[in-house]
């Protein structure tokens, strides 16, 4: 169930913007990629779901290349949580939950007895059956998420792929999102802002500066104040989390 980046490079718009990266995210742990704003992380998460195509490089899972699989078989190798939440049409949860059933039936396919009692057990494992008859567009930001990896879980994939998952989330339902997704079992990559949680919650973390890979390892390794610096430009200070010993970053001001 790993997940293996190879040699990747992707152009956009006539302009390279990610270039040999090699990252492998083994089976059963949770990969933080990092890296400040238009570093690449969201156009390097794209070649996973087949958003962009690689200009060189391949991806694989389990040793096969994904962009060799034909989608609906790719789909059940990988799901997908990306930044946009919202949809156009009105979906209940329950609804937005059986899409995640999709890659399992043909075009026509109605939902079946299974496909309801994953969703519905889906739906359950992330705190929301209370949920389940509400308008997807009228929740919140937290319980959107929530939805969303209930969809994850009913599609039934072995690898996730997640794009700032805790964007816009205050810090419980930051933490619980992490928490929920490190608690799956299933091997996850996931682009991450917040570099104390991603030391947190990842088991590694690669660091992405101007589309290419400048570190990658443990968390403490790799968030770093030396290398905070040279990715974002920022001057932290960084401190051992009194409970975990996981680097936790600590803003300065400019001027005191
Ligand atoms: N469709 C596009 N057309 C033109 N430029 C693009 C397109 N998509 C991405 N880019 C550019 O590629 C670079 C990387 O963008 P990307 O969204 O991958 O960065 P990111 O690391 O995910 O940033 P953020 O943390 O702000 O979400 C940026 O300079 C962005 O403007």
Request: hydrophobic share 45%.
């Amino acid at each position: 169930m790993s997940l293996e980046l190879v040699g990747l490079c992707v152009d956009v718009a006539g302009r390279r913007v990610v270039t040999d990266v090699d990252l492998t995210v083994p089976d059963g742990h949770v990969v933080g990629l990092l890296g400040p704003n238009g570093s690449g992380k969201s156009t390097l998460l794209k070649t996973l779901y087949r958003v962009n195509r690689p200009s060189a490089g391949r991806v694989l899972v389990d040793g096969t290349d994904l962009l060799a699989l034909p989608p609906r078989q790719a789909a059940r190798r990988i799901a997908v949580i990306a930044q946009e939440s919202s949809v156009e049409f009105d979906f209940t949860v329950l609804e937005m939950v059986l899409i995640g059933r999709t890659p399992h039936k043909r075009v026509f396919d109605r939902d079946d007895h299974t496909d309801l009692a994953a969703a519905r057990h889906a739906i359950d494992r992330v705190g929301c059956a209370h949920l389940a008859d509400r308008s997807f567009n009228t929740l919140s930001g937290g319980e959107k998420q929530r939805v969303l990896i209930a969809r994850a879980i009913a599609q039934d994939a072995d690898h996730l792929i997640l794009d700032e998952p805790t964007n816009h989330l205050d810090i419980r339902y930051q933490v619980e999102v992490l928490e929920l997704v490190a608690g799956l079992g299933v091997t996850v990559l996931a682009a991450l802002h917040d570099l104390s949680l991603a030391a947190l919650f990842c088991d590694s973390v690669h660091l992405l500066a101007q589309g290419r890979l400048i570190a990658g390892g443990p968390p403490a390794q790799v968030i770093t104040t030396d290398l905070v610096r040279r990715a974002y430009g920022a001057e932290v200070l960084i401190v051992d989390h009194p409970e975990t010993g996981t680097p936790h970053l600590i803003p300065r001001r400019a001027r005191r």
